[in-house]
Nanobody, 125 residues
Framework: QVQLVESGGGLVQAGGSLRLSCAASGRTFSSYAMGWFRQANGKEREFVAAITWRGDRTIYADSVKGRFTISRENAKNTVYLQMLSLKAEDTAVYYC??????????????????WGQGTQVTVSS
């Protein structure tokens, strides 16, 4: 069992930046592949970024590529999402998710086993 708690969301102007954190507790964090997803009002939850348990591979949605960076510190049981050049369309609740995994990266909602409660990111234009 893994418990996930996101933080770092807030209100920011377009062009600004935020760094989200996801702190994990429970079973061995380094055994889990991690992902970030987001859900805007009235829309389905969508993939944002993912990272392998070792942190050696990452993948991004096209909409955030070049602006967002996912990283992890296994010693701190934490995964991060650095968001730069934010746009109004990035407004959403951001969720981190964990999947007990090997070397594969997962990009679908139904592939993840554990979810945090989310943190709101609002980008004003």
């Amino acid at each position: 069992q893994v418990q996930l708690v996101e933080s770092g969301g807030g209100l920011v102007q377009a062009g600004g930046s935020l760094r989200l954190s996801c702190a994990a507790s429970g079973r061995t964090f380094s055994s889990y592949a991690m992902g970030w997803f987001r859900q805007a009002n009235g829309k389905e939850r969508e993939f944002v970024a993912a990272i392998t348990w070792r942190g050696d591979r990452t993948i991004y949605a096209d909409s955030v590529k070049g602006r967002f960076t996912i990283s992890r510190e296994n010693a701190k049981n934490t995964v991060y999402l650095q968001m730069l050049s934010l746009k109004a369309e990035d407004t959403a609740v951001y969720y981190c998710a964990a999947k007990l995994a090997g070397v594969v990266i997962y990009t679908r909602v139904d592939q993840y086993d554990y979810w945090g409660q989310g943190t709101q990111v609002t980008v004003s234009s």
